[in-house]
């Protein structure tokens, strides 16, 4: 078995799974291709791809959810409700198999819940709907737990890469033909969505895939193989480091790094050149756009910045009395109040949800983190890959941010499917 796989299943698949890996292709290239040339037909195609979807495979349906939400074809409440009840339901049928430790992260979710709806009962700043959305996230998790332990994690692998290559495709190309007003924030760094880090920790997903198919020998020898994840590699390369997101790309060069000393026993001299060909690789990329360093080095966007933003946050909790240290202030926006985003995945559990929520946020982040280390000669890609997801966090996003919480979802049930082995 190679150490460095990005699988543990079984090498060989049903012909059903391998029609729901081309059918989640297929439902990519059609959602991508109606967002990103703004027709109206994508948000209903997407909820009509998640009914029917389900009937053929729960798990293609998940993928396809996963998929549609990074893509991002602008859901209305109603669809957002549907969806929700599609997945819910989906995943009560995948919840009946629960293992033991599955259990755990139920429960462990659960009593968390039922700490946020106690703390909207004391009056804190909530909405309602923000906590069930949020809860349905936060048991999307558990469901894509029981997923991967059940099937195999190709589906939610496939959703990631290919949904976070199709974006990158599709800025790139509007960027280097000149097109460029739609995806230029006003510093110039490239968005999507009107959200540069949306883009950035889209794309840096397949990247990371790449590179962990290129670090791995048998990957290597396969030249369709290095061909395509090499080319996955100069399209989302460029774009990455036009959004100019530092936290995204610092943790990216951490995670790489990491999993050249993870994947073997004993470092490989061969990986460390594989690591520096492409650090001259992006050093080359970043002269010939003539980047600029104001807005690699510039401090207000991070740093000194993120600090000023958290004290904000820290300080209005302080203000309102201990009690709102205890519950936390809500669920609801802070922005209208403050004037900024928490700018912090881990934070903004504390920020919103009080002691129970950061003590649920280091539950959560202990469980993935020590499980996947004690086995990482064989699970290092998930462990490096939740790294990358814990840095690029820490720096921005908010309670909900949704590919955090995939990743998560993806990294444990790896871990407890290598259990079960």
């Not at 007003?181 to 895939?209: C, M, W």
């Not at 004993?266 to 050093?283: D, E, G, M, N, T």
């Not at 990482?376 to 941010?401: A, E, K, N, P, Q």
């Amino acid at each position: 078995m190679s150490v460095s796989s990005l699988s543990l299943s079984n090498s060989v698949e049903t012909r059903k799974d391998i029609i729901s890996e081309r059918l989640l292709i297929i439902y990519i290239l059609l959602i991508g291709t109606l967002t990103f040339t703004n027709n109206s037909a994508a948000s209903p195609i997407a909820l009509v791809a998640l009914f029917l979807s389900c009937f053929y495979n729960k798990y293609l349906s998940t993928a396809i959810y996963i998929s549609t939400l990074i893509i991002s074809p602008g859901f209305s409440a109603i669809q957002v409700f549907l969806s929700s009840f599609v997945i819910s339901i989906i995943g009560i049928t995948i919840l009946n198999n629960l293992g033991k430790k599955t259990i755990m992260v139920f429960v462990a979710t659960s009593m968390f819940v039922f700490w946020m709806l106690m703390g909207a009962a004391f009056g804190t700043h909530t909405q309602m709907v923000t906590i069930l959305l949020f809860a349905f996230r936060l048991y999307l998790v558990v469901f894509i737990i029981q997923m991967v332990i059940n099937t195999n994690e190709k589906l939610i692998l496939n959703s990631l890469l290919y949904s976070g290559l199709a974006i990158a495709a599709f800025v790139g190309y509007n960027f280097f033909t000149g097109n460029v007003d739609a995806f230029l924030s006003d510093q110039g760094r490239l968005e999507y969505q009107d959200n540069i880090k949306t883009l950035a920790t889209s794309i840096v997903v397949p990247i990371f895939i790449s590179l962990n198919k290129l670090l791995d020998k048998e990957s290597r020898k396969k030249k369709v193989e290095f061909v395509f994840y090499g080319a996955i590699l100069i399209i989302c390369l460029p774009v990455l480091l036009l959004t100019y997101t530092r936290g995204v790309t610092f943790g990216l060069i951490i995670a790489t790094f990491l999993l050249m000393l993870f994947t073997q026993k004993r470092f490989k001299f061969s990986y460390f050149v594989i690591y520096l060909l492409v650090a001259v690789v992006v050093a080359f990329i970043a002269y010939r756009l003539e980047m600029s360093q104001e807005l690699w080095f510039d401090h207000i966007e991070g740093g000194n910045g993120r600090t000023d933003i958290y004290k904000m946050h820290y300080n209005y909790m302080l203000s309102q009395g201990l009690g709102t240290v205890f519950w936390g202030y809500g669920s609801d926006s802070m922005q209208d109040i403050i004037g900024w985003n928490t700018h912090s995945t881990i934070l903004a559990y504390f920020f919103h949800f009080g002691v129970g929520g950061i003590l649920f946020a280091l539950f959560e982040i202990l469980i993935t983190v020590i499980g996947l280390f004690k086995k990482r000669t064989y699970l290092s890609f998930y462990l490096c890959l939740f790294i990358l997801s814990f840095v690029m966090f820490s720096g921005h996003g908010g309670y909900d941010s949704f590919l955090y919480y995939v990743i998560m979802g993806l990294c444990l049930g790896m871990f407890y499917k290598f259990e079960r082995r």
